[in-house]
């Protein structure tokens, strides 16, 4: 059975800095684009930053300059590291990746749990 697992999220005040991890694990034989979203309360989910197998990146202009994305292919992890935090910055942060199995079935949403990141004084 395929997860993701986020960590990394909690409190912190505005201008401060925290790293998120996605950590994948079952039986995967590739991850092709892995990607954070977050949704704020009473808004939708949205796109934070994704990054293709080979390196690609892409971020949300509201992140611009102050998110970088990254990811380790030999162990399956991705990371978000997030500096200058504003409060608008507030919000649960989900993992995303697109997943072939051994069987070649694709998965090409598979999603996290969530990770609750909150900026506040």
């Known amino acids: 059975q395929v997860q993701l697992v986020e960590s990394g999220g909690g409190l912190v005040q505005p201008g401060g800095s925290l790293r998120l991890s996605c950590a994948a694990s079952?039986?995967?034989?590739?991850?092709?684009?892995m990607g954070w979203y977050r949704q704020a309360p009473g808004k939708e989910r949205e796109l934070v930053a994704t990054i293709r197998s080979g390196g690609s990146t892409n971020y949300a202009d509201s992140v611009k300059g102050r998110f970088t994305i990254s990811r380790d292919n030999a162990n399956n992890m991705a990371y978000l590291q997030m500096n200058s935090l504003k409060h608008e910055d507030t919000a649960v942060y989900y993992c995303?990746?697109?997943?072939?199995?051994?069987?070649?079935?694709?998965?090409?949403?598979?999603w996290g749990q969530g990770t609750q990141v909150t900026v506040s004084s």
């Open positions: 995303n990746a697109g997943i072939v199995l051994p069987s070649g079935i694709v998965l090409p949403q598979y």
């Open positions: 079952g039986s995967i034989f590739r991850i092709n684009a």
